[in-house]
């Protein structure tokens, strides 16, 4: 009865990428977690401690990076569930002294949670269990979790909230080592609630996910709409493009087998190409490669007994040699080179890209919306930017929505109108329109922008989707070049960050915005999903553990603060409550992500950078667990997102309009 899959299985051919799935990979603990992000392992934004000690993180693998991910200690989750949980094991250690840093609770859509964090001067050796009070005479008890990141303790907490049949009021933190603490439990986020929208107020103007052309024509209509309130900004840089070279692999791997590759763009000519290897038919041949028309034609060499004897090296060679030919050869990846190539027949080479026709193969132009009654420096500037990470299909409607929301009401609201004439604003909907298209046609759980820099023994085109850049690694402070974690060197890894700082167009144009328009003080980096509200420092150096400089005590505390008002924004739209857990510098609250944009924005420009990671985890009552939404969850879902964290950055935007230069 069940649904038939809607295409059949297919036997892979040479040129078919491994197929890739997103899955919630369980590793022991922390520092199992840092070597996953270490080895570049395309992880998503959603981390989540378990109470046993051990780590879950939601990542795309195919069954081959799955296999080299186990020696590291990772397990798919499902698997890891069905072993019986490891008992921790109890430290006979002194009396410890126990701190609580922080004791909260919040009312979300489905009730009342607590959340906890606390340490222990036996650290992470320590059992803390949790008891609380409520309201009502309500009760309960919850153990909580070592943090331990880069070897270093950071403190206890709970895995995730803990449900709370009521509102908590006191809870007593106690140690298995004999320690002892109480605290009193405050609300969270409790920052500024948002001021009640006049009647009229006009929200929802996002109906379907949106492509990279549908964006930029909503852009230039806002515009065209608005020209007293808007410029649109072309930003200098063009992306390389959707467009790939064209291919062909013949032969038969692992074995004797040569890839092909057109000199053009497959748009540009290179999926018209062909290419053959005959047999001459005759004795003491030798091996030629010519061109005839759009058909490269390969004779093999034979010997005095006519047979074939041209090895994939020599194949490689005669046609990399022979003048005028539009196409490069390489020998096949897992094949040395030395096997005996067989004829083939003529095979077209091929792009491999499903778009329309109507989708430009053209370097594409990237957008800035610029928003404001005043657009001449001498108001504080917001910058806005989505879709860095291909996939996060929610990310540019929060941008839009927010962008309409300031438009439309600009007339009718006065909230709204105070915003546009003390800020200016500036609104990317889609940094990344190569791999974003990538993502709506081909692949869909697309990272990285399309750029190969891989060598030609990683190029063939059962690899295609594993290159890229990673945009949101490509930027210059606290990279992997500079010695942070959580950047990758490898081509093909799901963060690599290019061969260079800034190296890729779409990182240059965000830095761009970030030099021109000085007035820019604000920033909020737009990504998905894991239900995050992150800043500075976003990366640490692997020895010791050293952060990027953290934020002197008041700018931490502006940052907080604002969070917490900014939290109370998308709390308003339908009750997601951000965890105090994932609110905070990306170090402490994800992972190290060396060469983030956020990082760069902040220590070289004086930008307060903030990270959105919209999509909070679904509670699901039955099973009383958090359940994550992914990357494109049915739009219904990813339209209450889009509303939710629209009016997030709305809320950022007035913590701007009232900022004065301290
Ligand atoms: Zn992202």
């Known amino acids: 009865m069940g649904a038939q899959p809607s295409t059949p299985a297919v036997a892979a051919g040479p040129t078919d990428p491994e197929p890739a799935s997103l899955v919630t990979l369980s590793v022991p603990d922390r520092a199992a977690m840092e070597r996953l992000v270490a080895s570049g392992a395309d992880l998503t934004e959603r981390v989540r401690p378990q109470a046993d000690g051990s ?48 004791a ?195 004779s093999l060499a034979t010997d005095a007994s006519g047979a074939l004897v041209s090895t994939a090296a020599q194949v490689t060679a005669a046609i990399n040699a022979a003048a005028g030919l539009p196409v490069k050869a390489s020998v096949y990846r897992t094949d040395p080179g030395a096997g005996v190539m067989a004829p083939a027949p003529a095979t077209q080479l091929d792009d491999f890209l499903n778009a329309p026709a109507d989708v430009s193969r053209e370097p594409a132009e990237v957008l800035a919306l610029r928003i404001g009654v005043h657009r001449d420096g001498s108001r504080t500037g917001v910058l806005a930017y989505s879709q860095e990470h291909a996939r996060e299909w929610v990310t540019p409607l929060v941008s839009i929505e927010a962008a309409e929301r300031l438009l439309r009401n600009y007339a009718g609201d006065n909230a709204t109108r105070k915003l546009l004439e003390r800020t200016d604003v500036f609104i990317v909907p889609v940094v990344n329109p190569d791999g974003a298209n990538y993502s709506f046609y081909d692949f869909n759980s697309q990272r990285k922008n399309m750029t190969n820099h891989c060598p030609p023994q990683q190029s063939d085109p059962a690899l295609r989707n594993q290159w890229g850049v990673d945009v949101n690694r490509n930027y210059a402070a606290g990279s992997v070049h500079d010695g942070y974690v959580g950047g990758s060197t490898n081509c093909q890894s799901g963060s690599y960050a290019g061969p260079a700082e800034h190296s890729e167009p779409e990182s240059r144009n965000v830095m761009w ?78 992972y190290s992500a060396a060469g983030n944009s956020a990082d760069e924005l902040w220590y070289d420009y004086g930008i307060y950078g903030w990270d959105f990671e919209v999509g909070a985890d679904l509670w699901n009552s039955e099973t009383r667990r958090w359940e994550p939404v992914g990357f494109q969850p049915p739009f219904s879902e990813g339209h209450q997102e889009a509303m939710e964290f629209a009016a997030g950055l709305i809320s950022l935007i007035g913590i701007a309009a009232d900022y004065r230069d301290r």
């Open 55 to 102: 780590v879950q993180v939601d990542a795309v693998v195919t069954e081959s990076q799955l296999e080299a991910l186990r020696p590291l200690g990772a397990t798919l989750a499902s698997e890891a569930r069905q072993s019986p949980p490891q008992a921790r094991a109890k430290a006979a250690a002194p009396q410890d002294q126990i701190v609580i840093e922080r």
């Open 513 to 590: 915005l970030a030099d021109t328009y000085r007035n820019i003080k604000f920033a909020m980096n737009v990504h998905s999903y894991g239900g995050y509200f992150m800043w500075p420092p976003g990366a640490y150096q692997a020895e010791g553990r050293v952060t990027l400089p953290r934020p002197t005590p008041e700018e931490e505390e502006f940052f907080l603060d604002s969070a917490r008002t900014i939290e109370e924004a998308i709390v308003a739209e339908r009750g997601t409550v951000i965890w105090p857990q994932q609110t905070g510098p990306v170090t402490d609250v994800l």
């Open 104 to 298: 909260v609770w919040y009312e979300s859509r489905d009730g009342y949670f607590l959340s906890v964090e606390a340490s222990s001067s036996a650290a992470q050796a320590a059992d803390l269990t949790v008891s609380w009070r409520g309201k009502k005479g309500t009760t309960g008890q919850a153990e909580m979790v070592a943090y331990v990141d880069a070897g270093q303790y950071l403190g206890h907490q709970f895995s995730t909230p803990v449900p709370a049949e009521n509102q908590p009021q006191s809870i007593t933190v106690t140690s298995a080592g004999g320690g002892q603490a109480e605290a009193k439990v405050r609300q969270w986020p409790d920052g500024d609630k948002p001021d009640r929208a006049s009647r009229g107020y006009q929200k929802d103007f996002v109906t379907q996910y949106m492509t990279p052309a549908q964006l930029n024509e909503r852009v230039k209509d806002l515009h065209r709409r608005y020209p007293k309130l808007t410029d649109l900004i072309t930003l200098p840089y063009k992306t390389n493009g959707y467009r790939r070279h064209a291919q062909a692999v013949l032969g038969t791997p692992p074995a004797a087998a040569v890839v092909v590759t057109s000199d053009a763009y497959g748009s540009e000519g290179g999926n018209d190409l062909s290419v053959e290897l005959v047999d001459p038919g005759a004795p003491d041949r030798p091996l030629q490669a010519s061109l005839d028309g759009k058909l490269v034609t390969v």
